[in-house]
């Protein structure tokens, strides 16, 4: 059956409008892509100076540390432990443990230690964190909602409490994915970022507090610091990635090289085997992602390649299609059964949740309106790519009745 809502994507890389933020030139060319031929002008050195300086502000000679890099144990934590100890910096790194930890993560973050660091972790109470999970899955379509929470006040907390004021945080993922143009040139990361961009869908602590028997007990280590206590202890977060020009496949190379473990095949839904390792939640947050929005981890990987001229557009294309939006019924070393059963969801509230998140427009359905799954419970989206305006008119119409992608 046809339908209206044809996805545009950009004619450089494989980046669909649905992505909030995305905006095109006369060309169809993406901000993402615009932005990194815009890293091309950046004068990398200059930026290495800039870090310098900063750095340079805030070390420290009495021993004690001097930034607080948080870390996940993933490839580009390990990197930026690695250029600040490069840098002659003294970090602590701050771990905020992840939903659901898989082995793999567990061996890479001891294996960051390596380099030679001290580790606070912070993990919290598993109970009221399976009751957020699941509440926050039913009800914004995201099961990380309460990590992507924990990621950003864990370190900033500590940074407070420890008195290290200077946060060094990984990518700007408004220049690496696209985004509005005054985000992708920003380099602080702060309150304002968090709530604006860290994507926590408007979902707030009180939201789940008095629900299931959570209460504000449960909430401390997801509370952000106040104005004042940031004030008082100086804290400044920067996105390291303001000062090296970003690449997550060679930091996954370079950690590599530091003994970081990759998963022997790529990960489900994706076109990498070397991120999105350490939370088994993962794939259910980006099959979420992808009947959303219309396109998943395996779009994201294929993009940036082939903005890096690794991976021609058409390939990309191909790779995008065998790979993405899977239904997650595996990842990694779990299946979707033993991530049900620990979150206390039947198999039904959860189908029920993804029918209710999935974007009808941008999938196949049949006469009734309903979403077409395969055996596989997999769904086909309309189009992969663009398509003549004049062939999209017609379908609408209904003068032409199928078109294969
Ligand atoms: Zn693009």
């Known amino acids: ?3 209206k809502n044809w996805i545009k994507y950009c004619t450089k890389c494989l980046i669909p409008a649905t992505r909030p933020g995305q905006t095109y030139d006369e060309k169809g060319v993406c901000n993402a ?3 990194f031929e815009f890293r091309k002008q950046v004068d990398w050195e200059a930026r290495d100076r800039e870090l310098d300086t900063l750095l340079n502000q805030y070390r420290r000679t009495d021993g004690y540390y001097d930034c607080i890099v948080p870390v996940s144990g993933g490839k580009d934590s390990t990197c930026q432990v690695i250029k600040m100890l490069e840098k002659g910096m003294h970090p602590l790194c701050v771990y905020a443990a992840v939903d659901k930890p898989s082995d793999i993560g567990k061996r890479n973050l001891e294996n960051m230690r390596q380099l030679g660091v001290d580790l606070v972790e912070v993990s919290t109470n598993p ?3 399976n009751k957020m999970d699941k509440i926050s899955l039913m009800e914004i379509g995201d099961i990380s909602w309460a990590e992507n929470v924990a990621i950003f006040t864990i370190p900033v907390r500590i940074a407070v409490q420890m ?6 945080w990984g990518e700007n993922p408004q220049n690496e994915f696209g ?4 985000a992708t040139h920003n380099h602080i990361l702060d309150k304002r970022w968090l709530e604006e961009f860290g994507g926590l869908l408007g979902f707030e602590n009180h939201h789940v507090v008095g629900r299931e028997g959570i209460t504000e007990k ?3 280590q997801f509370n952000y610091p106040s104005d004042e206590e940031l004030k008082v202890a100086g804290v400044k977060g920067v996105f390291l990635g303001y000062f090296v020009p970003w690449d997550g496949y060679a930091h996954a190379l370079l950690a590599q090289g530091y003994g970081f473990e990759m998963w022997p095949k790529s990960n489900e839904g994706a076109l990498a085997n070397y991120e999105h390792m350490d939370n088994l939640h993962a794939g259910i947050h980006d099959y979420f992602k992808f009947i959303k929005l219309g396109f998943g981890r ?5 993009s940036l390649h082939i903005r890096r001229g690794r991976l021609s557009r058409k390939h990309g294309l191909e790779i995008v299609k065998r790979n993405d939006g899977k239904f997650p019924w595996t990842y990694l070393e779990t299946t979707l059964e ?3 059963d620990d979150i206390d969801m039947s198999f039904e509230e959860f189908m029920q949740t993804c029918d209710k998140f999935t974007n009808k427009d941008l999938f196949l359905t049949d006469e009734n309106g309903e979403l077409i799954r395969d055996k596989g419970f997999n769904l086909t989206k309309i189009n992969y790519d663009n398509v003549d305006e004049a062939l999209m008119e017609a379908v609408d119409k209904q003068e032409v009745m199928s078109v294969n992608y």
């Open 298 to 302: 395996a779009t994201d990987h294929a």
């Open 33 to 35: 892509c615009k932005e």
């Open 338 to 340: 033993e991530i049900l």
């Open 1 to 3: 059956m046809p339908n």
């Open 163 to 168: 008195k290290i004021p200077l946060l060094i």
């Open 218 to 220: 449960d909430m401390v």
């Open 127 to 129: 109970i009221a964190r």
């Open 179 to 182: 985004g509005p143009k005054e």
